[in-house]
Every structure is written in structure tokens, then in C-alpha cells.
């Protein structure tokens, strides 16, 4: 084993980069980085009849834009079919295992006796010391290993401890099938071997895995990798994470609008933590994170939090690199058109000097665009219900009265403005908000907005003077 740290990130291309496989990702590569050492990624892509090409691609596309690229080109399991099959072979001539010629009749016969006898189905070891010269003709056989009949099998894990399991329940199980393809058992262990992978951080599903793959390791007489097997992420309601929990792929997340920063803080929180910390940049991410804080027990999905995680992120961007990322997200999200018209000058700076108001708001890139849609707008803007009610219940009076005071004002500011709307509403006995009201409802189409000054100076004099004449008409 090498003195440096090698973690591997292997998902199955058969769908998109989910949020559990993105977390064991991000796991990887924080613990790589922390080590000083590297991250790799293999694409187990045996499976010929699911893998796809356009999942490889999704799979890389989202490590990219979480930002956990690794740092090598990836490995593709199914080209390494030839390695698999050496080993394999090693093993026989070492005597670690040997062919098996029974039949699949024989093996269906074995599963019933096992299940009458009410004992899990195994594989009973008739060919495990059979001169393969009894072989039945046309029969291609299986490679089997010759695993240990007595004893256990211990994996030593940084997360769940010590976990020993009989070897009698292990069994002869297959590496190399009849067509001469790699079991998962078998590809596994070679490529993490081949590759130097010193560390396995993996889902805790594949905890019964590791026993076996122990079993090749020992073998093979190699080194074998420190396990760390990770819990797996659940509901909000503590059930197995669905769809509806947001077990989703990656680009969903993009796509609502979520950060990749905000969701590498809100993931690496699910089932490690340092103290209380819940906002965690990613230097200290970094910094902080070791295998042996990982939580045995499963974390829990929320949604609620991971807006306000995402929210704080959103109000930490510097306002023109928040409008960067907001032209870069544009065609992934549901209302990113928009924006469309808006990428050049003047629309560009006028929604960087919105950005202060409109960022306290957002808890999502969708709900920030959202948001700023009153600033390309096209006239006669359209009310929402809320507006309507609030310049139909007086609000337009209100903005008659007020409109030649504004139409006054040749040096356009949030200040000046202001200054004529206090005096205007001082004259009429008014509070501040009666007025600011229908001027918001007026100028944005909505109830709800960033201070209304401000709408009025971003938006500019003309335009703000005309959003002002449609509704006073």
C-alpha cells in the first residue's frame, strides 16, 4: 500500500449522479484533499444493458459542477473485463480457487433444498475439489474462489467498527462467470488493487461486500484498502430516501437553484459534523473532515434546510459574481427566460445594483430570478392578485396624487425619491407604508419586493414615471 491516500468514487452509469452518490463523492474527495492525496473515479459500467453513455456523461457533469472533479481521467470497469479474468486465473493455478462445472439445474436444485430446509441458498462446494476431467461435456464452468470453511472473516471499518462474519456464510461465491465475465465482487477488489486505492468510503450497503472482497484480498495476498462504510441518507420522516424525499440526481438541484457551494455545505453535514458548525466554507470543510467523525447512524433529508443553507450562500456572494452566477445558471432554470434579454448592459448592471435588495430574500437562484423579474418587465406590467387588490383598494389615488411631486424630480436617487414621498406623505397625514404600497404594487407587479427606493432608482426615472402613469390611468 502506498504512504499516500487514494479514495475512488465508483458509481454505475445506469442514471444520473443521485444525492446519495454525490455525498459518498464528496466524502471521497474531502478526505483525499485532506490527506494531501488523490481522488479517482471508475465508471462500473459491467452492466451492458443499463450503462449508458449519456449517464457516464451526467455522472461527470455533476461531480464538475459540485465542484469534486477527480484527479485522474476515469476508469472504465468493462475495459478492464481481460485484468479481471487474469486474476481470476492466478487464483486457480494458486489453489484460492478453482472452476465449477454444475449446471444450472443443479444450482436450482440446491436453491430448493435450501429453502425447504429453511437456510439461506448456498452453494454447496460439490466441484471444490473435483478433478475438472469429470467436467460434463459443454459446460462452461464459473470460477469460484475456495473460501475459508471455518473461522470468520474480519473487516476492520473507520465508521462501524469491527464487523466479523462467519465464513461458513460467505461460501464459494463466483468471480468469474461462464461467459468469462467479472462478478462486481471480483472487478472490484482488482480495480481498487490496480488503481492503489488506499481508502474505501462507500455506502454502508455495501458493508456484506466487504467480507467478501476481504476474502479475494487475502487471496491475492495484497494490502487491503481501510474500509469506512457510510450510512445512508433518509427522509425528513426517518424513511429510505425516495423521490419524494429528494433523492434525485444532481441537475435537479441545479436546476432549482441551488449552489453548489450550499449544497456541498448541506451534504457534508449528513452524518459527519464538527460541533455545532452549520454554515462550513470549504476551506474548513476541508480542514475539519476525517472518516472516523462519520455518524453510524442514517441521516435525515430536509429541505427546509438546505434552503436556509443555500440562502446564507446566496447573501454571502458578492453581488457581481452572485449576477455571474446567475447568467451561467440561466439555461437550467424553469424561469430563466427571464433573463434572457438581460446578460448585456444597461439590464446587466442595473440587476447587479438590484442584487443588494433582491439576495436577502432568495433562498434559490429560482426564487432570486423570480424576484427580479419586475426589473424586465414589459409595460403595462402585469399584477399579481395581491397588488391588484392593494391599487384597486385606493392605491391608484394614491399614486395620481402623488405622481406630479415625482414627475419634479430631475436628479433620480433612492434619496431624492424618498425625500418627496416623505414630504408628500407628511402633507397628507399619511404613514410611510400607504404610500410605499401601491408605489411597490405600481413598480413591481407585487405585494413583495426589495425597498421600494430602491426599485425606483434601479428601475430608472422614465421607466419608473411610466410604470407609474399605466397604473394611474
Given at each position: 500500500?502506498?504512504?499516500?491516500?487514494?479514495?475512488?468514487?465508483?458509481?454505475?452509469?445506469?442514471?444520473?449522479?443521485?444525492?446519495?452518490?454525490?455525498?459518498?463523492?464528496?466524502?471521497?474527495?474531502?478526505?483525499?484533499?485532506?490527506?494531501?492525496?488523490?481522488?479517482?473515479?471508475?465508471?462500473?459500467?459491467?452492466?451492458?444493458?443499463?450503462?449508458?453513455?449519456?449517464?457516464?456523461?451526467?455522472?461527470?457533469?455533476?461531480?464538475?459542477?459540485?465542484?469534486?472533479?477527480?484527479?485522474?481521467?476515469?476508469?472504465?470497469?468493462?475495459?478492464?473485463?481481460?485484468?479481471?479474468?487474469?486474476?481470476?486465473?492466478?487464483?486457480?493455478?494458486?489453489?484460492?480457487?478453482?472452476?465449477?462445472?454444475?449446471?444450472?439445474?443443479?444450482?436450482?436444485?440446491?436453491?430448493?433444498?435450501?429453502?425447504?430446509e429453511k437456510r439461506p441458498p448456498r452453494y454447496d462446494g460439490r466441484w471444490?475439489?473435483?478433478?475438472?476431467?469429470?467436467?460434463?461435456?459443454?459446460?462452461?464452468?464459473?470460477?469460484?474462489?475456495?473460501?475459508?470453511?471455518?473461522?470468520?472473516?474480519?473487516?476492520?471499518?473507520?465508521?462501524?467498527?469491527?464487523?466479523?462474519?462467519p465464513n461458513k456464510d460467505l461460501d464459494d461465491f463466483i468471480l468469474l462467470?461462464?461467459?468469462?465475465?467479472?462478478?462486481?465482487?471480483?472487478?472490484?477488489?482488482?480495480?481498487?488493487?490496480?488503481?492503489?486505492?488506499?481508502?474505501?468510503?462507500?455506502?454502508?450497503?455495501?458493508?456484506?461486500?466487504?467480507?467478501?472482497?476481504?476474502?479475494?484480498?487475502?487471496?491475492?495476498?495484497?494490502?487491503?484498502?481501510?474500509?469506512?462504510?457510510?450510512?445512508?441518507?433518509?427522509?425528513?420522516?426517518?424513511?429510505?430516501?425516495?423521490?419524494?424525499?429528494?433523492?434525485?440526481?444532481?441537475?435537479?438541484?441545479?436546476?432549482?437553484?441551488?449552489?453548489?457551494?450550499?449544497?456541498?455545505?448541506?451534504l457534508v453535514r449528513l452524518g459527519w459534523s464538527h460541533g455545532d458548525e452549520?454554515?462550513?466554507?470549504?476551506?474548513?470543510?476541508?480542514?475539519?473532515?476525517?472518516?472516523?467523525?462519520?455518524?453510524?447512524?442514517?441521516?435525515?433529508?430536509?429541505?427546509?434546510?438546505?434552503?436556509?443553507?443555500?440562502?446564507?450562500?446566496?447573501?454571502?456572494?458578492?453581488?457581481?459574481?452572485?449576477?455571474?452566477?446567475?447568467?451561467?445558471?440561466?439555461?437550467?432554470?424553469?424561469?430563466?427566460?427571464?433573463?434572457?434579454?438581460?446578460?448585456?448592459?444597461?439590464?446587466?448592471?442595473?440587476?447587479?445594483?438590484?442584487?443588494?435588495?433582491?439576495?436577502?430574500?432568495?433562498?434559490?437562484?429560482?426564487?432570486?430570478?423570480?424576484?427580479?423579474?419586475?426589473?424586465?418587465?414589459?409595460?403595462?406590467?402585469?399584477?399579481?392578485?395581491?397588488?391588484?387588490?392593494?391599487?384597486?383598494?385606493?392605491?391608484?389615488?394614491?399614486?395620481?396624487?402623488?405622481?406630479?411631486?415625482?414627475?419634479?424630480?430631475?436628479?433620480?436617487?433612492?434619496?431624492?425619491?424618498?425625500?418627496?414621498?416623505?414630504?408628500?406623505?407628511?402633507?397628507?397625514?399619511?404613514?410611510?407604508?400607504?404610500?410605499?404600497?401601491?408605489?411597490?404594487?405600481?413598480?413591481?407587479?407585487?405585494?413583495?419586493?426589495?425597498?421600494?427606493?430602491?426599485?425606483?432608482?434601479?428601475?430608472?426615472?422614465?421607466?419608473?414615471?411610466?410604470?407609474?402613469?399605466?397604473?394611474?390611468?
Amino acid at each position: 500500500m502506498t504512504d499516500r491516500v487514494v479514495t475512488r468514487f465508483a458509481p454505475s452509469p445506469t442514471g444520473y449522479l443521485h444525492i446519495g452518490g454525490a455525498r459518498t463523492a464528496l466524502f471521497n474527495w474531502l478526505y483525499a484533499r485532506k490527506m494531501g492525496g488523490r481522488m479517482l473515479l471508475r465508471i462500473e459500467d459491467t452492466d451492458r444493458e443499463r450503462s449508458t453513455d449519456a449517464a457516464v456523461d451526467a455522472i461527470i457533469e455533476g461531480l464538475r459542477w459540485l465542484g469534486l472533479e477527480a484527479d485522474e481521467p476515469p476508469v472504465s470497469q468493462f475495459e478492464r473485463a481481460a485484468r479481471h479474468r487474469e486474476v481470476a486465473e492466478e487464483l486457480v493455478a494458486a489453489g484460492r480457487a478453482y472452476y465449477c462445472y454444475a449446471t444450472p439445474a443443479e444450482l436450482d436444485e440446491m436453491r430448493e433444498k435450501a429453502k425447504a430446509e429453511k437456510r439461506p441458498p448456498r452453494y454447496d462446494g460439490r466441484w471444490r475439489d473435483r478433478d475438472p476431467a469429470e467436467a460434463p461435456v459443454g459446460v462452461k464452468p464459473v470460477i469460484r474462489i475456495r473460501a475459508p470453511l471455518e473461522g470468520e472473516t474480519l473487516v476492520r471499518d473507520r465508521v462501524q467498527g469491527d464487523v466479523r462474519f462467519p465464513n461458513k456464510d460467505l461460501d464459494d461465491f463466483i468471480l468469474l462467470r461462464s461467459d468469462g465475465t467479472p462478478t462486481y465482487m471480483h472487478a472490484v477488489v482488482v480495480d481498487d488493487h490496480d488503481m492503489g486505492v488506499t481508502h474505501i468510503i462507500r455506502g454502508d450497503d455495501h458493508l456484506t461486500n466487504a467480507g467478501r472482497q476481504t476474502m479475494i484480498y487475502d487471496a491475492m495476498g495484497w494490502d487491503i484498502p481501510v474500509f469506512a462504510h457510510i450510512p445512508l441518507i433518509h427522509g425528513a420522516d426517518g424513511a429510505k430516501l425516495s423521490k419524494r424525499h429528494g433523492a434525485l440526481g444532481v441537475e435537479a438541484y441545479r436546476e432549482m437553484g441551488y449552489l453548489p457551494v450550499a449544497l456541498r455545505n448541506y451534504l457534508v453535514r449528513l452524518g459527519w459534523s464538527h460541533g455545532d458548525e452549520e454554515i462550513i466554507s470549504p476551506e474548513d470543510m476541508i480542514a475539519w473532515f476525517d472518516i472516523d467523525d462519520i455518524n453510524k447512524g442514517a441521516a435525515r433529508f430536509d429541505f427546509a434546510k438546505l434552503d436556509a443553507v443555500n440562502g446564507h450562500w446566496i447573501r454571502a456572494m458578492d453581488d457581481e459574481a452572485l449576477v455571474d452566477t446567475l447568467f451561467s445558471a440561466q439555461p437550467y432554470l424553469p424561469n430563466g427566460s427571464i433573463l434572457a434579454d438581460a446578460s448585456e448592459n444597461p439590464e446587466r448592471s442595473k440587476l447587479q445594483r438590484a442584487m443588494p435588495g433582491l439576495k436577502e430574500r432568495a433562498k434559490t437562484l429560482v426564487e432570486l430570478t423570480d424576484s427580479a423579474s419586475y426589473l424586465f418587465a414589459s409595460r403595462p406590467l402585469a399584477l399579481d392578485d395581491k397588488a391588484a387588490e392593494i391599487l384597486n383598494s385606493g392605491g391608484r389615488d394614491v399614486i395620481r396624487e402623488l405622481l406630479p411631486s415625482l414627475e419634479g424630480v430631475s436628479d433620480w436617487s433612492a434619496e431624492s425619491v424618498e425625500a418627496v414621498v416623505r414630504k408628500f406623505a407628511e402633507a397628507k397625514g399619511l404613514k410611510l407604508g400607504k404610500i410605499a404600497q401601491p408605489l411597490r404594487a405600481a413598480m413591481t407587479g407585487r405585494s413583495t419586493s426589495p425597498g421600494v427606493f430602491d426599485v425606483l432608482d434601479v428601475v430608472g426615472r422614465e421607466e419608473s414615471l411610466d410604470r407609474l402613469r399605466d397604473q394611474a390611468a
